[in-house]
Each structure stands twice: as C-alpha cells, then as structure tokens.
C-alpha cells in the first residue's frame, strides 16, 4: 500500500454512460497525476495538478474527460459520454514538489474501467 | 517509434538467475525511474536515477545518460520477482512521465 487511494476500483457502465473516479493522494503531496492504462501497454501520461491547479493536460484527454482537484487534496476525473475505447485502468500518482521536479511518485492501485 | 523502448517484452527464468532488462530512450531526460507492477495493476516506484548505479537489496539500477540507456538487474531471482518492469523518463515536459511499454519478467521455482 502506497497511501495512495483510487474508488472504485473497478467499473462497468454502459456505452454512452457518466463516470466519475476518486483519487485522494498521500496527505502531504501537492502533486497529483492521472494516467490511463490499456492492456499490454505503459501508462500514459492525462493530466498534472499542483494545489488545486491543473498545469498541464495531454491531447488525450479529449473534451468528454474532465479533471478536478477543488481543494488542492482529492481529485476526481470524470468521463461523459463514455465510449468502448475508454476501457482502460486509470491511474492516480502523487507526489511531493522538492527541489527538483522529478519527485518519486506514488501510485495509486488504479480504477479499471470497461465499457460495455 | 516509441519515445521509451524496453527490450525483452517478456522474459521467463529459473529462480536464482541474474535478471537484466534494458530500456533505451530517445528524448533528452533529468531522470528515469524503474517502476514494478503486479497483476492488478499496482505500481511500485523501484528507482529515481540520473546518473551512475542505484542498488536495493537484489536490484540494481544502471543508465549511461551519453548512450541513453538504462538496465535493470536482478540477483538470484525469486518466484515473487515475477511482475512487470515499466522503465519511465522524464522528457519533455517537466511534468510527465513516458513509460515504456513493460517487460513481463516470469521467475520459474
């Protein structure tokens, strides 16, 4: 166990449904990272926050995938609209900003998500 | 081409065998991390390096930064070893990691 927590931890939903996945990272890690992973293949890289700020989103993350981190602790992603080729196991890493911006990360046991 | 290559994609040894899997990048980089999966999909960051060797107990963790290249070792390989090794760098953008796509090491009693 990391410290870091994902919910759920798995998924099924229908094509075309909402879902919505909980991150909340170790305490005191301002840094916080979502990734998806497909069968086979290394995670790749969604989106990074530090506090509450989303800093930077990759062009996978399409306009049905939106990310939160409100209060600077938890964060959720969200996928509208879910489509076949959002079946994957998301990702959660957290981090805390030193001197470098290379810190270990932390991850989370994932949410895998198939929809059907 | 992928930015992170990992060689073998899939390795099976007896127990007590030196392990090595190797990961070759191609972008600029300030570290690269070794990260372990089990089924299920935990990860566990194994190593940070920069530069020179990092050893933990039986891994060993190596990268040339000139030849951009890294390998990971194991020593006397052990049944619970079986897991997938994901080599990751941070290249790029300061913020995100690029994985490989993994070797699955399986370690044999």
């Known amino acids: 166990d990391t410290g870091v927590s994902q919910n759920p931890r798995h998924k099924i939903t229908k094509r075309g449904q909402n879902v919505t996945f909980r991150c909340d990272p170790i305490s005191e890690h301002n840094r916080l990272y979502w990734y998806r992973q497909t069968l086979g293949q290394g995670p790749e890289f969604l989106t990074y926050?530090?506090?509450?700020?989303?800093?930077?989103k990759s062009r996978l993350l399409s306009d049905r995938f939106s990310a939160e981190r409100p209060k600077g602790s938890f964060s959720t992603l969200e996928i509208q609209r879910t489509e076949q080729g959002d079946s994957a196991m998301y990702l959660c890493?957290?981090?805390?900003?030193?001197?470098?911006?290379?810190?270990?990360?932390?991850f989370g046991p994932g949410t895998r998500l198939t929809v059907l | 081409k992928n930015e992170v290559e990992q060689s073998p994609q899939n390795l099976t040894a007896q127990e007590g065998e030196f392990i090595t899997i190797n990961c070759s990048y191609s972008v600029g980089i300030s570290a690269l991390h070794w990260l372990q999966q089990h089924p299920g999909g935990g990860i566990v960051s194994l190593f940070m390096l920069s530069s020179g060797k990092k050893k933990h107990g039986r891994l060993i963790a190596t990268i040339n930064i000139q030849e951009k290249h890294s390998s990971l070792h194991i020593t006397a390989s052990h049944p619970r070893d079986s897991a997938v090794y994901i080599c990751?760098?941070?290249?790029?953008?300061?913020?995100?990691?690029?994985f490989g796509k993994g070797t699955l090491l399986t370690v044999n009693p």
């Open positions: 926050f530090q506090n509450e700020a989303q800093l930077e």
């Open positions: 990751a760098v941070w290249g790029g953008s300061n913020y995100k990691l690029t």
């Open positions: 890493a957290s981090s805390r900003k030193g001197s470098s911006s290379t810190d270990t990360q932390y």
